[in-house]
């Protein structure tokens, strides 16, 4: 059960939409529709942002969105605040769980 | 809107058992409830560590099942964390949180830092 893949970092400016990736196999990503998403700012608990693969939590931000191709799922923020700087995390279902390797996102 | 706080020690020793407890407020643990652990080592990412459903039923990250024990105490309304046989690797920050619809983590705690040193 490997860590699902991330790019270590994604950057953008505010106002701008970034789409940070989450790639994993057949036997996770692939098989089951069942990403999820996490927001983590610097010295707090993760949040959940996106499960289900593009389902939002009552309370979240219409400007976080999230679909899937294949073995890969992307989380797309758009219109970017900096407010948005965080570490984030995917996370698939695949009989068990298995999280990404996480995204640090800076805004410029 | 269910509230989640961990506790425990926050100091084991190499070789000895890591043992938390979630106690959970704002709702009573349904039976249907699945609850998850979650760690985070100092700088590193997330890791799953397992779930457990009040009947019985659980599932291990298979890189810790047999180290680790999760248990749901409806009476207490509490969950419980052990990890056996523990070495600096386990030091991390350890999270409590609610599954939710497919996902192991819908409500968090706000964790509680676990060093294992002599």
């Known amino acids: 059960q490997s860590a699902l893949t991330q790019p270590a970092s994604v950057s953008g400016s505010p106002g701008q939409s970034i789409t940070i990736s989450c790639t994993g196999t057949?036997?996770?990503?692939?098989?089951?529709?069942?990403v999820s998403w996490y927001q983590q700012h610097q010295g707090k608990a993760p949040k959940l942002l996106i499960y289900?693969?593009?389902k939002r939590p009552s309370g979240v931000s219409d400007r976080f969105s999230g679909f899937q191709s294949g073995n890969t799922a992307s989380l797309i923020i758009s219109g970017l605040q900096t407010e948005d700087e965080a570490d984030y995390y995917c996370?698939?279902?695949?009989?068990?769980?298995?999280f990404g390797t996480g995204t640090t996102v800076t805004v410029l | 809107q269910v509230q989640l706080q961990e506790s425990g020690p926050g100091l084991v020793k190499p070789s000895g058992t890591l043992s938390l407890t979630c106690a959970v407020s704002?709702?009573?643990?349904?039976?249907?409830?699945?609850w998850s652990w979650v760690r985070q080592s100092p700088g590193k990412g997330l890791e799953w560590i397992g779930e457990?459903?009040?009947?019985?039923?659980?599932h291990y990250n298979p890189s810790l099942k047999s180290r680790v024990t999760i248990s749901v105490d409806r009476s207490r309304n509490q969950v419980s964390l052990e990890v056996k046989s523990v070495t600096a690797a386990d030091t991390a920050m350890y999270y409590c949180?609610?599954?939710?619809?497919?996902?192991?983590?819908?409500?968090w705690g706000q964790g509680t830092l676990v060093t294992v040193s002599s």
């Open positions: 949180a609610r599954n939710g619809d497919w996902n192991p983590a819908a409500d």
């Open positions: 704002g709702a009573s643990i349904s039976r249907d409830d699945w």
């Open positions: 457990m459903q009040d009947s019985g039923s659980n």
């Open positions: 057949s036997s996770d990503v692939g098989r089951y529709d069942r």
């Open positions: 289900e693969v593009d």
């Open positions: 996370c698939s279902y695949a009989g068990s769980y298995v």
